[in-house]
């Protein structure tokens, strides 16, 4: 019937010539984005407020999940919508009004087609047990930029995190947190180095990374992370940290693999 499906945007080239390889939006999207011009003459998108991730197995085991689906939540904006309608860091998010969430972009994509002030029905796993939340979404910012970081270069003295094979921490000195923009509210041990074939490089830890907790134990200093490495028992180590990843930042958890270790 000569309906349109997509619009396209892009092909994938490595000549400059056409390989049979396009990119496009999909049409359901850019109806939506259409509907709302005309409706209001510019795009609002509905805003949670939380920093999502991917679940790994690691994470689904740490996180008594049966599967890898879902979004986990790694951090709320404080006063945001998902704050306010109770959600918490560690709760993994399971659908939006009904609708399966399979990973962090689906959760997005999901609230970003919703209107501001709208309210939703979040089903979440929390320790391991169902609940179903009520948020009513804010609009999302023009920006959501908290600001980029220069390369650190300052530390202090740096000690090797037992468990966490193949890291070195150290504790977070001023010029450090000027240089992050760390919040004042967020402490823990900075990670200095990651060694390339150790367990947590496969997990995803980087330098410039803050511990703050470990196994659910906050971590405050280096000598904390060190202590708390120390006492580590099982073969998960569910790591939270703190990132600044371009010019976002939050915190998010990485599962560490502590079966091998680097001898």
């Known amino acids: 019937e000569g309906r349109i499906i997509g619009i ?17 939006v999909p049409i359901n999207m850019a109806r939506n984005v259409l509907e709302r011009l005309v409706a209001g003459g510019k795009v609002t998108r509905g805003y949670l407020g939380v920093f999502p991730q991917d679940i790994d197995a690691g994470l689904a085991k740490q996180f008594k999940l049966s599967n890898e689906s879902g ?12 704050d306010k309608g109770g959600v918490k860091p560690g709760d993994v998010i399971l659908s ?3 609708k399966n969430i399979t990973d962090a972009n689906s959760l997005l994509l999901t ?3 919703l209107l501001p002030g709208s309210e939703v029905i979040l089903k979440v796993s929390r320790n391991g047990f169902s609940k179903t939340l009520t948020v009513t979404l804010g609009e999302r910012p ?15 003295d740096s000690t090797s995190a037992d468990a966490l094979d193949g890291v070195t921490v150290s504790d977070i000195v ?3 947190r000027q240089q992050l923009r760390l919040p004042e509210t967020v402490q823990g041990a900075l990670i200095t180095e990651v060694a390339d074939d150790s367990n947590s ?24 992370a060190v202590r708390l490495c120390k006492s580590v028992r099982g073969e998960e180590i569910l790591v939270k940290i703190w ?20 001898k």
Request: charged share 25%; no cysteine.
């Open 201 to 224: 490089a496969e997990a995803g830890l980087m330098p410039n990374d803050v511990i703050v907790e470990i196994n659910r134990s906050p971590v405050k200093n280096a000598a904390d």
């Open 174 to 176: 001023p010029q450090v």
């Open 8 to 24: 396209n945007t892009a092909i994938y080239s490595r000549s400059g010539g056409n390989q049979g390889i396009g990119f496009a």
């Open 111 to 113: 609230v970003s087609q």
């Open 71 to 82: 979004a986990l939540v790694g951090d709320v904006v404080p006063n945001g919508p998902a």
């Open 243 to 262: 990132r600044r990843t371009g010019e976002l930042a939050g915190t998010r958890f990485i599962s560490v693999d502590n079966t091998k270790r680097t």
């Open 142 to 156: 023009d920006s959501l930029v908290t600001g980029k970081s220069d390369d650190e270069d300052s530390r202090t």
């Open 96 to 98: 939006v009004n009904g």
